[in-house]
């Protein structure tokens, strides 16, 4: 028996190289939290070399077939070229991880300390790091990395032992689990692809949010290690970072952080079931079966637990999902895709929770 742990044929992903004495950019080394990552990893479940590469060329025709159908249930992407999806092993999925938050937190400015504290401080983060994400790595199934790839520009990832794990633990279909796996994570993919100003607005929200540094200038510096350790040993679930926010500006930068992240997750989980039996048989059964088992989630909420320490509970699955549900039915998909015109037609946190609100706002219903 062979390990689906070890994907045959995947894409060679390039290890982070930011410098941990940098100015900009968390004071993490990316190298060591990747090396790490690698080390901790636990392997696969056992599959034959056969049942593992027609996992891979299965998973890697369902993502196209899939991000098709989004298209369709969204109205996003028509006109874009329908790009490839990476299929991986937790190895390499850990790698394409470390790279992606090493991109999107390189334009925070953070208070300037020696270098010898930095390199401290990053070596003993890179170990933190490393550890969160190995643990992460045996439960993501998928992730559209709007930072990742190799000119930066976004990868979709599937991640075969996980979805080979997750398939048999639910006892459900695998070709339609492959499928409705794919279809959330497309539909991450033309959130960012078919959204010109989503990807820098996210990113610049992150920047924002890890600079803004109130009392001692020092004390996230010197607070990160324990942070970290504190993610690691909850499993990436820590509210660790929320006691640093001491003012109301980084209160405003996380509330908008979290409205999105409950906006594009829950409009994922949305269109995954949205698209229906017609394509995906079990469709319900595969919902009803993995809501009730359901841990960690797409890439802006494990990255914003892995490095802000904010806990993305499963609820703002079902919140997202209410509010594009409620939009929809209100206003149609053309009316919900408003969402998509700038960041101030984004919900608030309030108006996720009370949609009506946000349709007076933008549509006077």
């Given at each position: 028996?062979?390990?689906?742990?070890?994907?045959?044929?995947?894409?060679?992903?390039?290890?982070?190289?930011?410098?941990?004495?940098?100015?900009?950019?968390?004071?993490?080394?990316?190298?060591?939290?990747?090396?790490?990552?690698?080390?901790?990893?636990?392997?696969?479940?056992?599959?034959?070399?056969?049942?593992?590469?027609?996992?891979?060329?299965?998973?890697?025709?369902?993502?196209?077939?899939?991000?098709?159908?989004?298209?369709?249930?969204?109205?996003?992407?028509?006109?874009?070229?329908?790009?490839?999806a990476?299929?991986?092993?937790?190895?390499?999925?850990?790698?394409?991880?470390?790279?992606?938050?090493?991109?999107?937190?390189?334009?925070a400015e953070?208070?300037?300390?020696?270098?010898?504290?930095?390199?401290?401080?990053?070596?003993?983060?890179?170990?933190?790091?490393?550890?969160?994400?190995?643990?992460?790595?045996?439960?993501?199934?998928?992730?559209?990395?709007?930072?990742?790839?190799?000119?930066?520009?976004?990868?979709?990832?599937?991640?075969?032992?996980?979805?080979?794990?997750?398939?048999?633990?639910?006892?459900?279909?695998?070709?339609?689990?492959?499928?409705?796996?794919?279809?959330?994570?497309?539909?991450?993919?033309?959130?960012?692809?078919?959204?010109?100003?989503?990807?820098?607005?996210?990113?610049?929200?992150?920047?924002?949010?890890?600079?803004?540094?109130?009392?001692?200038?020092?004390?996230?510096?010197?607070r990160?290690?324990?942070?970290?350790?504190?993610?690691r040993?909850?499993?990436?679930?820590?509210?660790?970072?929320?006691?640093?926010?001491?003012?109301?500006?980084?209160?405003?930068?996380?509330?908008?952080?979290?409205?999105?992240t409950?906006?594009?997750?829950?409009?994922?989980?949305?269109?995954?079931?949205?698209v229906?039996?017609?394509?995906?048989?079990?469709?319900?059964?595969?919902?009803?079966?993995?809501?009730?088992?359901?841990?960690?989630?797409?890439?802006?909420?494990?990255?914003?637990?892995?490095?802000?320490?904010?806990?993305?509970?499963?609820?703002?699955?079902?919140?997202?999902?209410?509010?594009?549900?409620?939009?929809?039915?209100?206003?149609?998909?053309?009316?919900?895709?408003?969402?998509?015109?700038?960041p101030?037609?984004?919900?608030?946190?309030?108006?996720?929770?009370?949609?009506?609100?946000?349709?007076?706002?933008?549509?006077?219903?």
């Amino acid at each position: 028996m062979r390990s689906v742990g070890r994907v045959p044929h995947v894409t060679d992903l390039s290890q982070p190289s930011p410098s941990p004495t940098a100015e900009r950019g968390l004071p993490v080394d990316w190298q060591l939290a990747s090396r790490t990552a690698g080390r901790l990893m636990q392997p696969g479940p056992d599959a034959t070399r056969e049942e593992a590469a027609e996992l891979v060329r299965r998973l890697r025709s369902d993502a196209a077939v899939a991000e098709g159908h989004v298209r369709e249930v969204t109205g996003l992407g028509h006109g874009l070229p329908l790009l490839p999806a990476d299929v991986v092993d937790r190895k390499a999925w850990a790698a394409a991880a470390v790279s992606g938050m090493a991109a999107l937190t390189a334009g925070a400015e953070l208070p300037e300390v020696s270098r010898v504290t930095r390199s401290v401080t990053a070596r003993t983060a890179g170990l933190q790091v490393g550890g969160v994400v190995a643990y992460l790595g045996g439960r993501v199934l998928g992730q559209y990395d709007p930072f990742g790839g190799p000119d930066g520009e976004g990868r979709l990832l599937l991640v075969a032992p996980n979805v080979h794990a997750a398939r048999t633990a639910l006892d459900v279909p695998s070709a339609d689990f492959g499928l409705w796996v794919c279809l959330h994570e497309a539909t991450h993919r033309l959130q960012f692809t078919a959204v010109p100003w989503l990807r820098t607005y996210f990113a610049d929200e992150v920047s924002k949010f890890l600079s803004i540094a109130q009392g001692d200038r020092g004390a996230v510096l010197d607070r990160l290690p324990e942070v970290l350790r504190s993610l690691r040993e909850s499993g990436g679930d820590s509210l660790a970072i929320v006691e640093l926010l001491q003012g109301p500006e980084q209160r405003e930068v996380l509330d908008r952080l979290l409205a999105l992240t409950t906006l594009l997750e829950g409009h994922a989980d949305h269109v995954m079931d949205a698209v229906g039996p017609d394509v995906v048989p079990t469709v319900a059964t595969i919902r009803n079966r993995f809501t009730a088992r359901r841990r960690g989630g797409g890439l802006v909420d494990r990255l914003l637990r892995a490095l802000l320490g904010v806990e993305a509970k499963v609820r703002q699955y079902a919140v997202g999902s209410a509010f594009t549900r409620h939009v929809v039915l209100a206003a149609g998909m053309e009316g919900f895709n408003r969402v998509w015109e700038s960041p101030e037609t984004l919900p608030t946190r309030a108006e996720l929770a009370a949609p009506g609100d946000w349709l007076r706002r933008i549509h006077d219903l």
